[in-house]
């Protein structure tokens, strides 16, 4: 299959390895010359425009940062016109951005007005599922579109849900980005509170895990460095999903709850202290550093 992967940051790049792997004939395109690069190391087809990956594609898969980019790449930017009016094929377009539900839903009705079959598709699983092409797919759009996907998206996730109509997918992941949040942020904030008053972090992780405040930053992610082998915090915070991403998100999250009325206190406070985590410099870090807004500067 011709797939044109568009976006080779931290997730898009091990993504798109994984297609190469499983075969398929890849052309991708990034702003970042040493991206395609490395692609182009591993089997890919450099391209020199999103318009050239996308030209005689199968499948269009993006992974931006934010929606204005999506709507940029799709819908054009003042007079520059965007893939959907320049493409002379048809291929599925699969968007596997973390943006809000209005912007996929404005590129859906555009690319449906066109004659596209258009899907909003972002992941859970961070780096190290997109890697291990363990990614979970939350997807948007119709349903005939979605069993389309599925061959491709099989190849970089494990689990694969459609959500329901375009726009059901980035709510559901804003959801599940909330949570994730606020669960992170308690459990920073559990660790903190016990190393405070004496007891071993990797200890009371097991204890916590264990019971009934066991949950995935415990048992997957743990922010405490040195506790977990091979997690961000024990790297210094280093990759991962950043905590700026983390606030972007959180910040989707509470223009979905004003738009409909929603009560989200906890939402609300956990996009604070990411806020204000970004604010003190740590924006390039992991977002489980918020475990050093916890900490004392002696631990």
């Known amino acids: 299959m011709n797939i044109a992967f568009i976006g080779l940051g931290n997730m898009g790049m091990p993504m798109a390895k994984n ?9 991708v395109f990034d702003l970042v010359d040493s991206a ?15 318009l050239e990956a996308a030209g005689g594609a199968d499948v269009v898969i993006s992974m ?5 980019h999506v709507r940029g790449l799709y819908l054009g930017r003042g007079e520059a016109p965007g893939l959907l009016d320049d493409l002379a094929s048809r291929p599925l377009i699969i968007d596997a951005s973390t943006i809000s539900p209005q912007d996929a839903q404005a590129v859906g009705s555009a690319a449906a007005e066109r004659g596209f079959t258009f899907l909003d598709a972002p992941v859970s699983g961070g780096i190290g599922g997109a890697e291990a ?3 979970t797919f939350i997807v948007g759009g119709d349903s005939a579109g979605f069993e389309q996907a599925r061959p491709v998206l099989e190849v970089m996730g494990k689990n694969l849900f459609h959500a329901g109509a375009a726009g059901s997918g980035q709510i559901a992941k804003i959801c599940n980005n909330m949570l994730l949040g606020i669960l992170m942020s308690g459990t920073a904030e559990a660790l903190a509170l016990g190393v405070r008053n004496g ?13 009934s405040g066991g949950n995935w930053a415990l048992n997957v992610y743990n922010p405490w460095p040195g506790v977990m082998e091979g997690s961000a915090a024990s790297r210094e915070y280093q990759g991962g999903f950043l905590t700026d991403l983390m606030a972007k998100d959180l910040g989707l999250a509470w223009e ?7 009560p989200v206190p906890m939402g609300s406070e956990a996009r604070n202290l990411f806020a204000l985590h970004s604010a003190q410099g740590s924006g390039g870090l992991d977002f489980s550093s918020i475990q050093k807004l916890y ?4 631990e």
């Open 19 to 27: 297609l190469v792997k499983a075969g398929h004939s890849v052309r």
């Open 36 to 50: 395609m690069a490395a692609l182009e190391s591993e089997g890919a087809e450099r391209a020199s425009s999103a």
């Open 64 to 68: 931006l940062p934010a929606g204005q």
């Open 133 to 135: 092409g363990t990614l």
């Open 199 to 211: 007891l071993d972090p990797a200890v009371l992780s097991e204890i916590m895990k264990q019971s």
């Open 256 to 262: 979905l709850a004003l738009a409909s009325k929603a």
């Open 295 to 298: 900490r004392a500067k002696d």
